[in-house]
């Protein structure tokens, strides 16, 4: 009987350290960049890199979660050259776009209508807490309508997050 | 319902890929090191992209023009996938109210074929 009872002491011994086990953690004010999806060029027409769907290429998206209203700028920027190409002897004319594609929460639906948008780059107050994805456009013109040569083209957006 | 979708949302985005970058603190403070003169403050980065290996650190006033600074160990950082890396910044006392961000940004490898891909720079800002 007194080994049993010992036994279901030492048990519960054991279960109240297990209880007091603990995990810490603090939620910071922070601005967390995600690549949700890496873009592709699709290749149309000889003259033409372009990553839209219809055409076989992929929209880059980019997730920003914010811990913290008000804290932060998105600023992101498309590409206006490549990073890596064969040897280019003429001009590539660049287009692109940046937009909110989906939200967390819908006070951030007027994202788009409030942005900044100057050059290549596109700038957003993240005046809500959340995840807000954003989709990037991007097309590439070679010459007037010259076949780019073959090889391999890299192009990069630029995602930044900046404390206000 | 309602949480039905919210769960699906954390389920879907649980199981993703992690492909995030972070730094903290937002505002970090300059306080005295060990070095008279010179001030320091302490950032953490976390890689959570497998396609990045490499981040450079820099430090811009508030125009984004670049400062005098010393990180440890410098100012290229090596950090594994998942990985964190503790950067102390150094700053001269001179530079003090000038230094006004600390950046990181991810460095591409290049050789992706016919990819555009993401750099991402996520900055703090000194308070």
Redesign the interface.
Known sequence: MKKVLAAAVASLAATGALAQTEINGTVDSKCIVMTDTAGVFGNPSPNMLTTDPQNGGVQPVIRYDVIAADFYKAVISYPVEFTSSPALSDVVNWTGDVNVSEVSDTLMSDYDANKITYNNTHEYNMSVAGSTWFKISSEADYGFAKSLPAGNYTAVVMAECIPL | MRNLKHYL?MAALAS?P??????????PKLTPSYIPGVLSTHVVLWN??Q?IGYYKVDVFDADMNPVSFIATGGDLKKVDYLGRAHIEIFVREEDQDKAT?I?TQSK?S????????????????IR
């Open positions: 949302a993703g992690a492909v995030a970058h972070e730094l903290t603190p937002t505002y959570a992209r396609d961000y950046c591409l290049r050789g992706a074929a016919q990819r555009s891909l993401v750099a991402s720079n996520v900055c703090s800002k």
